[in-house]
């Protein structure tokens, strides 16, 4: 018999995975991403490169329409729909925390952490559009 070199389930509960977290200056912009997100849920999703397309020929559109075009086309990019928390909840899910890094490691001119963050999550083709979506999100928040 081959002694076993890993620990049985003991019947207690799993431990619990720890909460997602986001940068503080960066949870105003995925507040404001959940209200956006109360509008844009019920629009039809946009193409991704159509939508950079679009706004790359129009740069005075106001932030609402960045962060309405990353919300639209989060699915093409991620291959999921966006978990976002009505407005008010104090706590963030995975997909709020993992917009939050990207914004804040534009903000912080991390290039390395942003490629990382984006290569991790999205898919090869659509890297492009949504970083500059990401990109153009963060120079509208800076602003702020």
């Excluded at 960045?66 to 991620?78: D, G, L, M, N, P």
């Excluded at 559009?129 to 602003?143: Q, T």
Aim: charged residues 25%; proline residues 5%; aromatic residues 10%.
């Amino acid at each position: 018999m081959v002694a076993r070199k890993y620990a049985l389930w003991d019947g207690k509960a799993a431990p619990k995975a720890p909460r997602p977290e986001c940068p503080a200056r960066v949870r105003p912009f995925v507040e404001h991403l959940r209200k956006v997100n109360l509008t844009a849920r019920a629009a039809a999703h946009a193409d991704l490169f159509e939508a950079c397309a679009v706004l790359a020929c129009h740069p005075s559109r106001a932030d609402q329409a960045y962060s309405e075009t990353v919300i639209k086309c989060f699915q093409q990019a991620t291959g999921k729909r966006a978990q976002l928390f009505r407005p008010g909840v104090s706590d963030f899910s995975f997909d709020e925390a993992w917009l939050g890094g990207l914004v804040a490691a534009c903000l912080d001119e991390d290039d390395d952490s942003f490629r990382f963050m984006l290569c991790s999550r999205v898919a090869r083709q659509h890297q492009r559009n949504f970083a500059f979506l990401i990109r153009s999100v963060s120079e509208k928040f800076a602003l702020n």
